[in-house]
């Protein structure tokens, strides 16, 4: 039997709603893990983001939006042969995106000290322990190799597993043309 598929996931700037999609794979998993096995995700298995084996394919949730998602996008660009850029969000910035409206100042404020759920009489805005936010979102293809991209926010279980099994049997993919989001 040939050696299994090495697999992983990570989620960098995004809002793990893509993961759920994977969660959502249901009994195409089976098939998948037939084919693969999963040796990283923040999902489905306890991992720490400095114990990333080597992989043949990384599906990414997210773009980049501060220095620890570059800094594990790069990490990924050395570890992995194969890399999907999963969900809207990874492919083009996404939600995350519409930061680039406003400086990280103005988000800051917005975030910490002005929005009405906010308490911080004290006005601290955190700058230690907290990754820092970059002056723009970026798609990840600004920072790693992407050999695919699947759009959707979030792209269709269906679908992503069909690319994936696709993928795996190493047969061409074809993306459908519209509705790729879940909903
Ligand atoms: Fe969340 Fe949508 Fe971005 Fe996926 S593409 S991480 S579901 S906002």
Redesign the pocket.
């Known amino acids: 039997m040939a050696d299994k598929v090495k697999i992983g996931t990570m989620?960098l700037g995004?809002?793990?709603?893509?993961h759920?999609?994977i969660a959502d794979f249901h009994e195409s998993l089976i098939d998948i893990m037939d084919l693969a096995d999963f040796e990283f995700s923040p999902v489905l298995m306890d991992t720490k983001y400095d114990e990333v084996p080597e992989l043949d394919v990384i599906i990414v949730?997210?773009g980049i939006r501060n220095d620890e998602n570059r800094e594990l996008a790069e990490m990924l660009n050395e570890k992995a042969k194969l890399v999907i850029a999963y969900?809207?969000?990874?492919c083009y910035g996404?939600?995350?995106g519409l930061g680039n409206l406003f400086t990280v100042e103005e988000l800051e404020q917005e975030a910490y000290i002005n929005s009405v759920s906010t308490v911080n009489p004290e006005g601290i805005i955190p700058n230690e322990d907290v990754p820092a936010l970059e002056s723009r979102v970026r798609p990840l293809d600004a920072v790693m190799d992407v050999d695919l991209m699947i759009p959707?926010?979030?792209?269709r279980s269906d679908v992503v597993a069909e690319a994936v099994l696709t993928l795996l049997r190493n047969e061409t993919i074809e993306l459908p043309v519209t509705n790729l989001c879940e909903v």
Not at 87 to 90: H, N
């Open positions: 989620w995004g809002c793990s709603g893509c759920l999609s949730e997210g969900g809207t969000c990874s996404g939600i995350p959707g926010c979030p792209p």
